[in-house]
């Protein structure tokens, strides 16, 4: 069965630093996203992007977050200047339709110090 | 505003109880729901969603409008069941199509 994969799985860097995160959604799909679990707390919805564009984005997603898709399969989300507060699992999934359920990668933990 | 809310932080039961994780949400439309499950060191993937109607692994969830809940139940839990469960809510049409997640009930069951 296809999956996501995300890479990678664990990435460690410095306050300030830039990260990008990297994903590959499942081939045919159409409608991707990323969402970030901060330890013990609930999994939040990032942003959502379509036809190459952001389709809607939450209030965490602010002017240090970005998404792009480079090329036919990679996803991906940049942190420009990382803060502690960053720290946290993000998740990338995908879906073939609006309303259809979500695949989602393993995740990339990322380690602000 | 769309809210998910899981009372429970942490269930556990004994192999063969009947178990039922709570959930509870807030929407000003018709919403989707969905539970989701993500067993140790693996990915979150979808375990039921409410219009499929379905059984999974022996796990159903009904929808209740009325008190704005879509639990979780299995009459006879099993101890591969022990996982984190995450319910969600998705709107119906347009752009809201992402998911909102409760903080999650992490079960455990003992042998």
């Known amino acids: 069965e296809p999956e996501v994969t995300q890479t990678p799985s664990h990435q460690v860097t410095q306050m300030g630093q830039e990260v990008i995160l990297r994903c590959v959604p499942i081939?045919?799909?159409?409608?991707f996203y990323w969402y970030r679990q901060i330890l013990g707390q609930k999994v939040e919805f990032l942003v959502s992007f379509y036809n190459n564009e952001i389709s809607e984005k939450s209030e965490i997603f602010d002017d240090q977050f970005s998404v792009e898709r480079p090329d036919g399969s990679n996803f991906t989300l940049k942190i420009r200047s990382t803060k502690l507060e960053d720290s946290a699992m993000y998740f990338c999934?995908?879906?073939?339709?609006?309303?259809?359920?979500?695949?989602f990668g393993n995740g990339t933990r990322l380690t602000v110090t | 505003a769309q809210r998910v809310t899981q009372p429970e932080k942490l269930l556990s039961v004994f192999k063969g109880a009947p178990v039922e994780l709570k959930c509870n949400y807030s929407y000003s439309g018709s919403p989707e729901l969905f539970w989701y499950v993500q067993y140790s060191r693996q990915r979150l993937q979808l375990l039921l969603r409410h219009i499929s109607r379905e059984s999974i692994k022996g796990f159903t969830a009904d929808l209740n409008k009325g008190e704005t809940s879509f639990h979780l139940k299995k009459p006879f839990a099993q101890e591969e069941d022990s996982a984190m469960y995450y319910c969600a809510l998705s709107g119906i049409g347009g752009s809201n199509y992402k998911l909102t997640f409760g903080k999650g009930t992490l079960l455990t069951v003992n042998p």
């Open positions: 999934a995908s879906s073939g339709r609006p309303n259809e359920p979500l695949h």
């Open positions: 081939s045919n799909h159409l409608y």
